[in-house]
């Protein structure tokens, strides 16, 4: 299977990983808010999976919470990464490296799949879109997470404050924002536009802060 050039932009491998997952580790409390988001759509026990994991500090929390977790990367680093900080923690975490619009798993696998900031990345968003759909079990749903592309710079400047960031962490996370990760978010309209154009038909979109909640659900 061929997986390279699933991604727009920079790879996240070596450095650039260890780095950002050293910076999004500081405040955890992040992921803990996301996985509660993600249980109230999920029954106990559920099979989940997350899409583009990074660290995996997702993935452990919901693991840490009883759900049966399967994450896939396209780094290489991050299955690294995020293999280590499930056996630190003390958690079973199914951990693969594979291409979102290609995924290595049997139809109908997962009851739910989950997708934080890096949705704005995939070079084939719709056929993710649609790998979602088949991996999903009838009913099933895919909650995306991610930047919205209307999110101002004061926005973003408040919410590195937020992230606790040295002094030139802060900087460069916010050059990130502003001259890469903001030029490839995505509008509500396109991503409702993405919806139609997949196998879910629609979805449901919530912006919150600087980003948004983009929610689908596979017919029963």
Not at 8 to 37: C, H, P
């Amino acid at each position: 299977m061929t997986v390279a050039r699933a991604y727009k932009g920079v790879g996240m491998e070596g450095m650039i990983a260890t780095w950002y997952a050293r910076n999004t580790g500081r405040d955890l409390s992040r992921f803990t808010q996301t996985a509660r988001r993600v249980a109230e759509h999920a029954r106990p026990g559920a099979d989940v999976l997350e899409v583009a994991p990074g660290p995996g500090y997702l993935a452990v929390e919901m693991a840490r919470r009883g759900y049966k977790v399967t994450a896939l990367d396209i780094s290489r680093s991050f299955v690294r990464i995020a293999r280590q900080n499930a056996k630190e923690a003390g958690v079973a975490i199914d951990v693969r490296r594979g291409n979102a619009a290609l995924m290595p798993f049997a139809d109908c696998a997962f009851d739910v799949v989950v997708c934080v900031a890096a949705f704005k990345n995939f070079a084939d968003p719709v056929g993710a879109l649609n790998e979602m759909h088949r991996v999903l079990k009838p009913g099933g749903q895919a909650a995306i997470f991610d930047l919205r592309k209307d999110a101002t710079r004061e926005d973003i400047a408040a919410e590195v404050r937020r992230m606790q960031l040295s002094a030139m962490n802060a900087q460069v996370t916010r050059w990130t924002f502003a001259l890469m990760l903001l030029k490839r978010a995505y509008t509500s309209d396109q991503l409702q536009q993405m919806a139609k154009q997949s196998r879910f038909g629609r979805a449901e979109i919530t912006p919150e802060g600087i980003g948004l909640e983009f929610r689908l659900m596979k017919n029963g």
